[in-house]
């Protein structure tokens, strides 16, 4: 069993930043893939990005490409999501998920979620 807490959220100008926290429980983490999502208003829940229980793997959603960061320390049982250059339609809830697999952009790969954190950046 895995619980995971995010962090981080908030409002935020355009062209600013933001870091993203996932705090989770368990003596397992080390062994799940962790991916970040995100749920605007009105819209499915889509991937944002994801890590290898390593960190040695990483894949992002072409929306975030180039302007996003996620890592994890597994000694501390985090991962993070940085997004620099924020835009109004990063406007989300985010939420943090972990898989027993590999890392995925599949929503259904992910077993375990948080409750998300919203983050709202203003033009």
């Known amino acids: 069993q895995v619980q995971l807490v995010e962090s981080g959220g908030g409002l935020v100008q355009a062209g600013g930043s933001l870091r993203l926290s996932c705090a989770a429980s368990?003596?397992?983490?080390?062994?799940?893939?962790m991916g970040w999502f995100r749920q605007a208003p009105g819209k499915e829940r889509t991937f944002v990005a994801g890590?290898?229980?390593?960190?040695?793997?990483?894949d992002y959603a072409d929306s975030v490409k180039g302007r996003s960061t996620i890592s994890r320390d597994n000694a501390k049982n985090t991962v993070y999501l940085e997004v620099n250059s924020l835009k109004p339609e990063d406007t989300a809830v985010y939420f943090c998920?972990?898989?027993?697999?590999?890392?995925?952009?599949?929503?259904?790969?992910?077993?375990?979620w948080g409750r998300g954190t919203q983050v709202t950046v203003s033009s």
């Open positions: 998920a972990a898989s027993p697999d590999y890392v995925s952009r599949t929503y259904a790969r992910y077993n375990y």
């Open positions: 368990g003596r397992t983490f080390s062994r799940y893939a």
């Open positions: 890590i290898s229980w390593s960190g040695g793997i990483t």
